[in-house]
C-alpha cells in the first residue's frame, strides 16, 4: 500500500485525487493532507480517510482540540514540516501557485515520489528540480492531463521522436478576436468550454498561459528541445497529447476530459492499464478534429522560449506577474488584456541571475508581485 501526502486536498486536482483513493483502497492510505482556507473540508477529509498530519494556513485551536490524534501543522512552512513528519512514499502536489515550489524541492530532497499538479514547481524552479533528480533525490511523475499523456506514449517508444504535441482547446476565448478581449470579464474567462477546474487555471486557459507553462514544462520533464515541443489545437479535449515520430506517425491518448484518469496514472506511476492509439498519418485520426496552433492569435505561448532559452529568474517573474494579474483580474481590478501586458513588463524589466537558489527565485518572486500591484495601483506605468 502506498502512503501518500496530499498537498490541496481542497481544490479541484486535490478532491479528485481523494476520489481515486476512495476506487482503491487497498493501493492507497492517505497519511497527511494539506488545505488553504477551507477548514471545514478538514474533519470530512480525516473522519473518512484518518490521516494522522494536517497542515492548514492559518492556526486553529479548535481543529487543535477537535482531533487530539491529529499532529496539525501551520502556514507555507507548515507544508514542508507535513512533508517531513508524515513518512509518506509519495507527494501528490495539487497546490496552486508559487507556494507550491518549496514543498517539491522538499519532497525531492527527502527521496519522495513527487506526483506534480503544480505547475508553477517546474516554471520557476525548472532547474533546482532537474538536478535534484540528477543527484538521485526523488522520482517525478506528471499529473497534467497533457504531459501525463505524452509520458504514457514515450512509455511505449520513446526513439525516433520528432516532436511533443501538446493540445489545446483553446480555452473560454478561442472564438474571439484579440480586439474582442478588450471587454470579456472574470463571468466570460470562467465558463471553459470542456474542463471544469478552478478560476486561476481556468483563466490561464483563457489567456492561454497554461499552454507556456505547458511548454516549459514538458522541456524539464521530457528533455527535448524547445524546438521538439509545439502545440495543436482539439477543442473538444478528447486528444490530450501527442508524440509524432520521424516516419511521420503519431501516438496519441485520447479519452474524456476528465482528470481523475492523469491522477490515477500518476499516483499508480503508470502501473495500471491504458491504450494509446497508434496512428500512421494525422489525417487518419477521426475521432476529433486537431487543428494547426494560431500563434499570431495567442503570442504568449512565444514567451515559452524565452524562459526556456534564458533560465534563471525570467520564469519566476512570468509566473508572478501572471498569478497577481490574474487575482486583479478575478477582482475585475483590471481588463483580460492586462495580464500580457503585466507579464510582459514585469519579464522585460527582470534583473536576470543564473543558476539562482530557491531563496534568489523566493526574493524575485515577491519583488515582481511588488511591482504588480503597483502597476494595478497605477503607481507604475507599462
Not at 471553459?192 to 490561464?204: F, R
Not at 473538444?236 to 506517425?249: P, Q
Not at 498519418?281 to 494547426?292: A, G
Amino acid at each position: 500500500m502506498k502512503r501518500i501526502c496530499l498537498l490541496g486536498a481542497s481544490g479541484s486536482i486535490g478532491t479528485q485525487a481523494l476520489d481515486v483513493m476512495k476506487k482503491h483502497p487497498v493501493d492507497f492510505s492517505l497519511v497527511g493532507f494539506s488545505v488553504g482556507n477551507r477548514v471545514e473540508k478538514v474533519s470530512e477529509i480525516i473522519n473518512e480517510f484518518s490521516p494522522k498530519f494536517v497542515c492548514v494556513k492559518k492556526e486553529n485551536k479548535e481543529l487543535v482540540k477537535q482531533y487530539p490524534n491529529v499532529t496539525f501543522y501551520f502556514g507555507d512552512e507548515g507544508l514542508n514540516e507535513l512533508i517531513k513528519a508524515c513518512d509518506c512514499d509519495m507527494v501528490v502536489n495539487a497546490l496552486v501557485g508559487f507556494v507550491g515550489l518549496k514543498p517539491s524541492i522538499v519532497a525531492l530532497e527527502n527521496n519522495k515520489v513527487l506526483a506534480l499538479a503544480n505547475k508553477e514547481t517546474l516554471v520557476t524552479g525548472g532547474e533546482l528540480i532537474n538536478k535534484l533528480l540528477k543527484d538521485g533525490h526523488g522520482k517525478l511523475v506528471p499529473i497534467d492531463s497533457e504531459h501525463a499523456a505524452l509520458s504514457k506514449c514515450l512509455l511505449i517508444q520513446s526513439d525516433n521522436v520528432d516532436k511533443l504535441v501538446i493540445t489545446a482547446s483553446g480555452g473560454a476565448f478561442r472564438k474571439l478576436s484579440r480586439e474582442q478581449l478588450e471587454s470579456v470579464t472574470p463571468e466570460d474567462a470562467l465558463k471553459h468550454p470542456t474542463w471544469s477546474m478552478g478560476n486561476k487555471i481556468t483563466i490561464d486557459s483563457a489567456s492561454m498561459v497554461n499552454k507556456t507553462f505547458e511548454i516549459i514544462e514538458a522541456y524539464y520533464l521530457f528533455g527535448y528541445k524547445y524546438e521538439q515541443i509545439e502545440l495543436m489545437f482539439n477543442y473538444e479535449s478528447f486528444v490530450h497529447s501527442l508524440v509524432k515520430y520521424n516516419d511521420g506517425s503519431y501516438r496519441l491518448d485520447e479519452g474524456k476530459p476528465d482528470m481523475r484518469v492523469p491522477i490515477k496514472y500518476a499516483m499508480f506511476e503508470g502501473a495500471c492499464e491504458y491504450d494509446i492509439v497508434y496512428i500512421q498519418h494525422i489525417e487518419d485520426y477521426k475521432k476529433s478534429s486537431l487543428y494547426d496552433f494560431d500563434y499570431e492569435r495567442f503570442p504568449i505561448v512565444n514567451l515559452a522560449k524565452r524562459v526556456i532559452d534564458e533560465k534563471g529568474l525570467l520564469g519566476a517573474a512570468f509566473n508572478a506577474a501572471n498569478e497577481e494579474a490574474v487575482y486583479a483580474f478575478l477582482d475585475k481590478k483590471i481588463k483580460f488584456t492586462d495580464i500580457e501586458k503585466i507579464i510582459y513588463f514585469c519579464v522585460d524589466n527582470v534583473s536576470n541571475i543564473q543558476n539562482p537558489s530557491y531563496e534568489e527565485i523566493k526574493k524575485c518572486d515577491v519583488s515582481i508581485r511588488e511591482t504588480v500591484h503597483k502597476i494595478v495601483k497605477g503607481e507604475v506605468n507599462l
